[in-house]
């Protein structure tokens, strides 16, 4: 059977809002009788771009996660609400526009993506353009995007181009743990993250092809990364509220190892490692 979804670059997004505006264009003043009735102009974004700042200056990292209805496989939202909430046999979750009628319906999507129509007295959200879907043509956000970030299609086609994308590119949906199995799919989303640089305390220059160790102080768990041809280096993926220990063993350099506690915005970033250079190297 067809099961639709989306695949999400977020290292293309642009922060150009193109996907907002097309979402706008499709439903503002415009009845799809019987997915949806028209968008207000103010307030809703079926389709929103989320910018998100980490850490603080000079080490600042910005992000951008175009976020639309999960469309989720077990939706929260439905199970709240069954009478006014459906799931099609293509996976698309529909809000019925003339029986949503509960304020606390915006409250049952633990990702925030449905919205209350004051003027209407009804809950609403992204439809996955539907309307536009059994006419044989994609979402209009999939449509607008001028960087090719959103991509729509066939989740139980695996040659279908968004199964490949999701395969070969290992994406992942946004908070799995929730259970709500979402069908859109992210990569370059960000995840907890420690980074830091090495420079040679004696010559002020780039230390690059250095081995660093990250270890999780809870699990004991041991990972690796070489610092960069600018000296950088980063570990992501990693857990929000744990302490890890950073440690730096380089030939001709004292080792160097400090403790690492990943805050709540989930980067850290621990600045200008100086190696310094040992007088008499083995």
């Known amino acids: 059977m067809t099961r639709y979804g989306l695949f999400i670059d977020s290292t293309k997004c642009i922060n150009c809002h193109v996907c907002t505006l097309s979402c706008k264009d499709e439903f503002v003043d415009n009845d799809h009788t019987p997915f949806s009735v028209s968008q207000p102009d103010t307030g809703h974004f079926w389709i929103n771009v989320i910018y998100q700042q980490r850490g603080g200056y000079p080490n600042v990292e910005l992000s951008y996660l175009p976020t639309p ?3 989720c496989d077990n939706p929260p939202c439905m199970a709240a609400y069954p009478d006014a909430i459906y799931k099609r046999p293509d996976g698309i979750v529909i ?3 003339t029986v949503s009628t509960d304020r606390g319906i915006v409250d049952s999507c633990p990702y925030g993506t449905i919205y209350w129509n004051e003027d209407l007295g009804i809950g609403q959200k992204c439809t996955m353009c539907v309307h536009r879907v059994e006419e044989g043509v994609g979402p209009k956000c999939v449509l607008g995007c001028p960087v090719d970030a959103i991509i729509f299609g066939d989740l139980d ?5 968004v199964s490949k ?3 070969e590119r290992m994406a992942e949906p ?3 743990e929730w259970g709500a199995e979402p069908k859109v799919f992210y990569i370059g989303a960000p995840t907890p993250t420690v980074a830091g640089y090495l420079m040679d305390n004696s010559t002020k220059l ?3 092809d250095i081995t660093v160790t990250l270890t999780n102080l809870l699990t004991g768990e041991t990972v690796m990364a070489k610092s960069d041809h600018a000296g950088n280096f980063r570990f992501e993926g990693l857990e929000n ?3 890890y220990t950073v440690r730096v063993e380089a030939p001709g350099y004292y080792p160097r190892m400090r403790l690492v506690y990943v805050r709540r915005d989930g980067f850290r970033h621990i600045g200008t490692w100086r190696m ?3 007088l008499f190297p083995k």
């Open 69 to 71: 209805c999960m469309h």
């Open 95 to 97: 809000v019925d526009p």
């Open 157 to 161: 086609d695996p040659n279908s181009t």
């Open 165 to 167: 994308m999701i395969r």
């Open 174 to 176: 946004l908070h799995p």
């Open 206 to 208: 780039d230390v690059e």
């Open 241 to 243: 509220g744990r302490t």
């Open 276 to 278: 310094l250079p040992k």
